[in-house]
């Protein structure tokens, strides 16, 4: 959870895009109750793993959802899940809708260990987004990222915002939320 100044400030910098859709993946093994929690504040929201789930399954998948500024999926999301390690933030043209958006993420779920096994790739952890998104190569970088402009991840310091670009250095850019303007 951030201050209430704190979620104006990263709510402004989300938003600040004109012509940019902002969705968020949450983690629901990291937010208790996610599946009803989210139907009452985005009804429309998806889950990026496949088929009828078992109910245990369900509650722990990562969910889909679209942002909108001063929404209760948004606040939701930005100040009570924001340094709680509940998912990440992700902008997009505005012409990819959510099913465009999960049918990417449904791609880059699964990956290959060096020995060939098949992993699930937890992107929407924050923590291993921080960890794994900037040793990618260009070309895995660009594979990673397909229609997404780039995703907000919650820093280590709790008064930071890291902006990952799809087309910029390997590094993401620190935005402090008591300066970003």
Do not use: K
């Not at 998806?46 to 722990?60: I, W």
């Amino acid at each position: 959870m951030i201050p209430p100044n704190q979620f104006e400030v990263l709510q402004r910098r989300i938003f600040s895009t004109p012509g940019r859709a902002v969705y968020a993946v949450m983690d629901g093994a990291m937010v208790d109750g996610l599946p009803a929690r989210l139907a009452q504040v985005a009804p429309d929201a998806m889950c990026l793993f496949e088929g009828s789930l078992d109910p245990m399954l369900s509650a722990a998948a990562p969910w889909l959802l679209h942002l909108q500024p001063g929404t209760d999926a948004a606040r939701m999301v930005l100040a009570e899940g924001w340094n709680g390690h509940w998912g990440i933030v992700l902008e997009t043209d505005a012409s990819h809708d959510l099913r465009a958006v999960r049918a990417h993420l449904r791609r880059v779920l699964r990956v290959r260990a060096p020995d060939g096994t098949a992993m699930l790739f937890r992107f929407y952890d924050p923590r291993a987004f921080r960890a794994v998104v900037p040793v990618l190569e260009p070309a895995m970088r660009r594979e990673f990222f397909g229609p997404l402009r780039g995703a907000y991840v919650e820093a280590r310091a709790p008064d930071a915002v890291l902006y990952f670009s799809r087309d910029g250095q390997p590094e993401p850019q620190t935005l402090m939320l008591a300066t970003v303007a």
